[in-house]
């Protein structure tokens, strides 16, 4: 499976705009770019996919880079209940069905 | 609209003893995947069940098995428990025609497993 690298954490304020990255620089053609958080003591939330294009929904939007080496999950006005830990992964033809986890990132929002 | 139904939600084993969790899907999916998360760290895959059979496994041993039911219901059972099997155990279910790599996951809130 390709390898993700995410920030161990990034904090900040409640209201602004948080920007969490990924690199993914081994990707291929084929894999899909997923999201997921998990809230303290609950199962992971799968927050967005994309292939190529950059995609909004109601929870977040994701920008991938042209070159798809990298994406970023853009929450636009963080709350508190943002607080979470956000894993980037990537789907490919290989993976059938399974999810590879990587460390992610906690994200701490203040109020 | 229930979403992933795990049980139970904590449980205390001891060394050695076998145990088994049980998840139930969201209602309409009719695939299973289990889950390993250690304290601090990323869930771990497990195995997926579709139509009643294995049909993706991680890297775990045999102690590791699974079933999954008629109504698509899934235990997960584990074997001569060890103290690195403490865990929180999460299942995920989806619908099978998506579980592409274009489709998300519903996953539960997990079971606690402590092996003491």
């Known amino acids: 499976d390709a390898k993700t690298t995410q920030p161990n954490s990034m904090e900040s304020n409640e209201e602004e705009p948080v920007h969490l990255p990924c690199n993914h620089s081994t990707i291929s053609g084929t894999d899909y770019i997923h999201w997921y958080r998990q809230l303290p003591s609950q199962g992971p939330e799968y927050v967005i996919h994309?292939?190529?294009s950059n995609v909004n929904n109601r929870m977040a939007s994701l920008a991938i880079a042209e070159d798809r080496k990298s994406s970023t999950l853009i929450l636009h006005r963080a709350t508190l209940r943002d607080a979470a830990v956000y894993y980037c992964?990537?789907?490919?033809?290989?993976?059938?069905?399974?999810?590879?986890f990587g460390q992610g990132t906690i994200l701490t929002v203040h109020p | 609209d229930a979403g992933v139904t795990q049980s139970p939600t904590h449980l205390i084993k001891t060394r050695g003893q076998q145990v088994t969790l049980r998840c139930s899907p969201k209602?309409?999916?009719?695939?299973v995947s289990w889950y390993q998360q250690a304290l601090g760290q990323g869930p771990q895959f497990i195995f997926q069940y579709y139509e009643e059979e294995e049909r993706q496994r991680g890297n775990f041993p045999d102690r590791f098995s699974g079933h999954q039911f008629p109504n698509y219901s899934s235990e997960l059972n584990v074997n001569a428990l060890l103290l690195g099997d403490s865990a929180l155990y999460l299942c995920?279910?989806?619908?099978?025609?998506?579980?592409?790599?274009?489709?998300?996951?519903?996953f539960g809130s997990g079971t606690r497993l402590t092996v003491v």
């Open positions: 209602s309409g999916h009719d695939t």
């Open positions: 995920a279910s989806s619908l099978a025609g998506r579980i592409r790599r274009n489709y998300g996951y519903t």
């Open positions: 994309g292939l190529t």
């Open positions: 992964i990537l789907r490919g033809g290989t993976s059938y069905g399974k999810l590879t």
